[in-house]
């Protein structure tokens, strides 16, 4: 296991595109909004370079307090956009994603860093930076599912528990069918990047379960504390409506 992650030439990334540009082309042909693909690949593009070089300034420094700083702006980011397709007012629900991911993927990444990996220092940023991403990340999608699901139920007229419960299990639906398929469909995540960098397949499938239960824990965590705060608001958009 001596083989290392050769670098690829820009002209060949450029060939990766391929298939997602393909996706574009059926959006067009089928009359969907195909502009917005092209904006999110773009902004994928832009955003990625970008932190490419930021982080190589990061991990060159190994500063706590920009290590916190970007903390920061990772939470506040996941969930401005956890709430990007919601119905409700974003002024209203941005602090329920904010305290809600900062719960769930806070104390998720806690435990994974200072316990499980035992981080000396504690913000070692070439594992809290990547780490936070993938809790912050998972946090972030279970909320956005959660929040459109229970809107959704509670506009059909469905109490709140009801609907809690439902909107909860669709927003487990993502993280439950990848806990189902790592090791039989999918090397997702860490494992992968270990595997082809050389690493031992038996030391990366440690990690990989390590992450596996950081992002189911963290998106289940979140979701279930959005949408105990968000109980207030959609029983009262639900009393105005009746």
Request: charged residues 10%; contains cysteine; positive net charge.
């Amino acid at each position: 296991m001596n083989n290392s992650i050769s670098s690829i030439p820009f002209g060949n990334l450029a060939l990766a595109l391929i298939p997602a540009l393909a996706v574009v082309g059926i959006l067009y042909t089928w009359a969907h909004d195909y502009r917005k693909s092209l904006y999110a690949l773009a902004r994928m593009l832009v955003q990625l370079l970008l932190i490419g070089y930021f982080l190589s300034y990061v991990f060159e420094t190994n500063n706590g307090g920009i290590v916190a700083v970007m903390l920061a702006i990772m939470l506040c980011a996941a969930s401005w956009i956890s709430m990007r397709t919601a119905r409700q007012s974003l002024r209203k629900w941005f602090p329920k994603a904010l305290v809600s991911i900062a719960l769930g993927g806070g104390i998720t990444l806690l435990v994974i860093t200072q316990a499980v990996l035992q981080l000396k220092p504690w913000y070692l940023t070439t594992f809290m930076i990547p780490l936070a991403g993938m809790i912050f990340s998972n946090a972030m999608n279970s909320i956005s599912l959660a929040a459109e699901r229970l809107s959704a139920e509670m506009a059909q007229g469905s109490h709140y528990e009801k609907a809690r419960n439902i909107a909860l299990q669709a927003a487990l639906i993502p993280i439950t069918n990848m806990l189902l398929a790592v090791g039989l469909v999918a090397l997702p995540g860490i494992m992968t990047g270990q595997i082809l960098s050389g690493v031992s397949p038996l030391l990366a499938v440690r990690y990989q379960i390590m992450v596996m239960c950081m992002v189911y824990g963290s998106a289940g965590i979140s979701a279930a504390c959005f949408l105990v705060l968000a109980r207030p608001e959609v029983r009262t958009a639900h009393s105005d409506a009746g």
